[in-house]
């Protein structure tokens, strides 16, 4: 790829056909001068072969930067495409040098982007926009506020979460008559080349989609009629992917289209797990598939209130001075106690630094990572192993320090589930609507990319208000407390 200039556009020639200027304090101008963005050209484009033939790539700017107006407006892919299309702010973020009345790019780019932008490019995007970030606030601090040298500094906080998926609540029974419907379809179209040829094998379709409805119209259908329903449709589905078997033994599976091929795999592991738990009374089986469209999704048992086991990406994150990353994203459970020394080798590798403390929940407290923390002189959070000391008039005192450590520690780990609520409430780690595995850890980064630069941008226009707070003050000292200074006052705070 010929990587174009990401030169911007200066700020007073960006061409407005209907007049009138842009305003410089715009959060999306703001963020744009900001934003590194030709440090990114180097990741971007080893993502691309150097033949030279085909259609040019969009830049860098306008790849990213189509990502992060998505998930910052919460839009689907068209959406976002008519957005840009009709804000000139949008554009300028992108670099365009002039306001185009026109569709940038087709809203199906918006895979290639997610395509392109792989996770490890993601995290070296994200930290290096956070490293900006904190060079930006490090120089806007004054001398005593600087942090103190030192080789542990700084509070590192992790958890762990669960980023769900847009699917269907998976049963049983609805998966098996997914697959029932799928493979019926598989075999109208291997046979659509044999009509008046030979006659077209039973799928018994009618009857069995009469016996599904039966029980799943049914508001709280019993046990042995549930069963009873997955019995008939196993049946079904065996029958059909038998009926396939025996028309790719004679012709091929060549009539397949690339997607049919792809869930005919899926249905096939699926039936033999859902006929293992079937004979075994069970619910639970190793790598369970609970989405044919989706086959990489697994549940997630988080044994939260609201929902006690989740359907999507497990991920382990850290919290800095505000600033979040994504340290591991799977689609299979896992026990994030695991992480904690990886993260703080991450904390380290970022800041050339280990922090002063870990503030983490009590499922990261094993004696593993205990000794790890003590041999690298760093505080983990949460109370001492072991029964806890009976008071006396010796240890009062100290007991009650560990009371009020163990408090402000909990109060210092808050800062790490706001995120997770930002994310899920404000971005789109809610609810992600990308259906591939690569794509759906893209999303994932690229939340977690937004919201860093909302607290970058947050930072921002806090020094600017402070500087306007600085200004009044000054001109109130000046001027006096005169009507003329009370209405100046109040111009430059609206």
Same mark, same amino acid.
């Given at each position: 790829m010929k990587p174009k200039s990401l030169r911007q556009t200066e700020f007073e020639d960006f061409y407005l056909p209907f007049g009138g200027r842009l305003k410089s304090s715009n959060r999306w101008v703001v963020l744009a001068k900001k934003i590194p963005w030709n440090e990114f050209e180097d990741l971007y484009a080893a993502n691309f072969a150097s033949s030279g033939q085909g259609a040019p790539a969009l830049n860098v700017r306008v790849a990213l930067g189509a990502l992060i107006i998505k998930e910052k407006l919460q839009l689907s892919d068209e959406e976002a495409v008519l957005q840009i299309e009709e804000n000139p702010y949008l554009q300028y973020f992108l670099g365009f040098p002039e306001f185009r009345d026109a569709r940038p790019f087709d809203p199906s780019m918006y895979v290639h982007f997610r395509k392109r932008f792989g996770g490890d490019v993601l995290i070296e995007v994200n930290e290096l926009i956070v490293k900006r970030a904190l060079e930006q606030i490090k120089e806007s601090r004054s001398d005593e506020d600087q942090d103190p040298p030192g080789t542990h500094k700084g509070k590192l906080l992790i958890d762990a979460t669960c980023a769900p998926s847009d699917i269907a609540f998976p049963t049983d029974l609805g998966l098996l008559n997914k697959a029932r419907e799928k493979t019926e379809a598989m075999i109208d179209t291997l046979h659509a080349p044999l009509i008046g040829k030979r006659p077209k094998a039973r799928t018994y379709r009618i009857k069995a989609r009469k016996q599904y409805l039966a029980v799943s119209k049914k508001k709280s259908p019993g046990r042995k009629a549930v069963r009873k329903a997955i019995r008939q449709q196993l049946s079904h589905v065996e029958r059909n992917l038998n009926t396939i078997e025996r028309i790719s033994a004679e012709g091929g599976l060549g009539k397949l289209g690339k997607k049919q091929y792809r869930d005919l795999l899926v249905i096939s592991e699926l039936y033999r797990q859902q006929h293992l738990m079937f004979q075994a009374q069970v619910h639970s089986v190793k790598d369970r598939i609970i989405s044919i469209a989706q086959p990489h999704i697994?549940?997630?048992?988080? /044994?939260?209130?609201? %929902?006690?086991? *989740?359907?999507? !990406?497990?991920?382990? %994150?850290?919290?800095?001075?505000?600033?979040?990353? !994504?340290?591991?994203?799977?689609?299979?459970?896992?026990?994030?106690? *695991?992480?904690?020394?990886?993260?703080?080798? %991450?904390?380290?590798?970022?800041? /050339?630094?280990?922090?002063?403390?870990?503030?983490?929940?009590?499922?990261?407290?094993?004696?593993?990572?205990?000794?790890?923390?003590?041999?690298? /002189?760093?505080?983990?959070?949460?109370?001492?192993? /072991?029964?806890?000391?009976k008071t006396t008039e010796a240890n009062k005192a100290e007991l009650k320090k560990e009371k009020c450590q163990l408090r402000e520690d909990e109060i210092d780990r808050i800062p790490v589930e706001g995120k997770f609520g930002q994310g899920k409430r404000r971005f789109g780690l809610g609810l992600i609507k990308s259906k591939l595995a690569e794509t759906t850890k893209s999303s994932i980064h690229i939340t977690f990319i937004v919201m860093n630069l909302e607290k970058w941008l947050n930072a921002i226009l806090s020094a600017l208000f402070w500087c306007f707070e600085e200004v009044l003050n000054g001109l109130k000292a000046l001027v006096g407390t005169n009507e003329k200074a009370l209405r100046l006052q109040r111009m430059y705070r609206s």
């Open positions: 697994r549940p997630i048992v988080r /044994g939260k209130a609201k %929902a006690k086991t *989740e359907f999507g !990406a497990k991920l382990s %994150a850290s919290v800095v001075d505000g600033f979040c990353f !994504a340290d591991r994203i799977s689609f299979d459970a896992y026990n994030e106690g *695991e992480d904690l020394s990886g993260q703080i080798e %991450a904390f380290h590798r970022r800041y /050339g630094h280990y922090p002063a403390s870990v503030h983490a929940d009590k499922i990261y407290g094993t004696r593993k990572n205990r000794a790890y923390c003590k041999k690298l /002189g760093i505080r983990l959070s949460g109370p001492k192993l /072991g029964r806890p000391r």
